[in-house]
């Protein structure tokens, strides 16, 4: 059966690092379809909604999405583009490659963080008076459902649970989160380590090799994933993933670099990547892992683009690692 694949480039540099990414699947040949949308600051420019009606019902439909990026317009195109794949895991590996200069090239871990709730659930007030709060939505099915996610892609990879949390001063909304983890493990027989984030934070970057799988409620995870990406080098590195239940979204970490956008010399690694998160996602476990070795191999005997140090361009780079499937 054909599955078919959501392709949505969208602006910058997505129009040149997706089409690589595509073409490098079109190489290894699950046997996919893509079917391409428009989304962004130049459909928002051409007719009027950076998000049109027919972008969601293509991603709605599809198996799974591959996304680039969105300029000015990201807000109004990926949070509702993560809830039309019905997102509720975000998946950041973050991981230094040899080859790459990195802050700490021992960095091998991935992100789980929860992406529907905690104070991202938009629940802010102005009270006037120069008052304003903000409240935090931390519920146990939630909770459970990123614990699920997590221990399950931990248990595949054979990697370890640590487990980050503020419960020590926010007791009522990460104890409910932190209780929900431990009746998940204890259901599944699955163990896992406890961290307070900022904690982690001082012992990501002093020990990075000391944590596997890393899941988080929203806000931590933003903030946590973003401090593993600075000790790998480099964004054109980073593929991320929304998850949701049946559908999945998935997309480089950085955006649309205006500075570099139309020159076709932006690292395709990130989305190349992404779209290997893609084919795991999808079962196709032989194919993700020799796009991954690919690109390893790549990374580290080149060519390479300007961002690391080399003076190839998008397609050559997307070009020697088809060489490489
Ligand atoms: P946006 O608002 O769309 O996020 P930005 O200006 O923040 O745009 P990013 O895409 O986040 O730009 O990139 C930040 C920096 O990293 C830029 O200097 C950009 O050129 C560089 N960069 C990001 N992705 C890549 C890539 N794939 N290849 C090379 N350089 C990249
Ligand atoms: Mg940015």
Request: proline share 5%; charged share 20%.
């Amino acid at each position: 059966m054909t599955e078919e694949i959501a392709v949505v480039p969208g602006d910058g540099i997505g129009q040149e690092v997706v089409p690589a990414a595509v073409r490098v699947l079109e190489a290894v040949d699950p046997g996919f379809s893509f079917v391409e949308a428009e989304a962004g600051d130049a459909v928002a420019a051409a007719r009027g909604t950076p998000l049109p009606e027919s972008t969601v019902e293509t991603v709605e439909a599809a198996d799974a999405t591959l996304f680039g990026a969105a300029g000015e317009t990201a807000a109004d195109v990926i949070l509702p583009l993560r809830e039309a794949v019905g997102s509720f895991a975000n998946v950041r590996p973050a991981r230094a490659y040899p080859g790459v200069d990195a802050l700490r090239p021992e960095t091998d871990l991935v992100f789980v963080r929860e992406n529907t709730e905690g104070v991202y659930a938009g629940h802010e007030s102005d009270l006037g008076e120069g008052v304003t709060t903000l409240t935090r939505v931390v519920t146990e099915s939630a909770s459970r459902r990123i614990a699920e996610f997590g221990f399950a892609y931990a248990a595949e990879r054979g990697a370890d649970v640590t487990v980050a949390h503020k419960a020590n001063v926010m007791r009522t909304t990460d104890g409910q989160f932190l209780h929900a983890v431990d009746a998940v493990a204890s259901e599944q027989g699955a163990t896992y380590d406890t961290e307070l984030l900022d904690a982690m934070a001082t012992k990501l970057l002093l020990d990075p090799s000391q944590y596997d799988v890393i899941v988080c409620p929203n806000l931590a995870g933003d903030v946590l994933s973003d401090l593993a990406a600075g000790l790998v080098g480099g964004l054109g590195l980073l593929p991320s993933g929304n998850v949701g239940a049946e559908n999945g979204l998935f997309e480089p970490v950085h955006g649309t670099a205006p500075d570099i956008a139309g020159e076709g010399v932006a690292n395709p690694s990130a989305a190349i990547l992404s779209a290997a998160m893609l084919l795991s996602h999808l079962c196709h476990d032989g194919e993700a892992a020799r796009v991954r070795s690919a690109v390893e191999a790549v990374l580290e005997d080149g060519p390479r683009t300007p961002d690391l140090g080399g003076s190839a361009t998008t397609d050559a780079v997307a070009g020697a690692v088809i060489d490489r499937l």
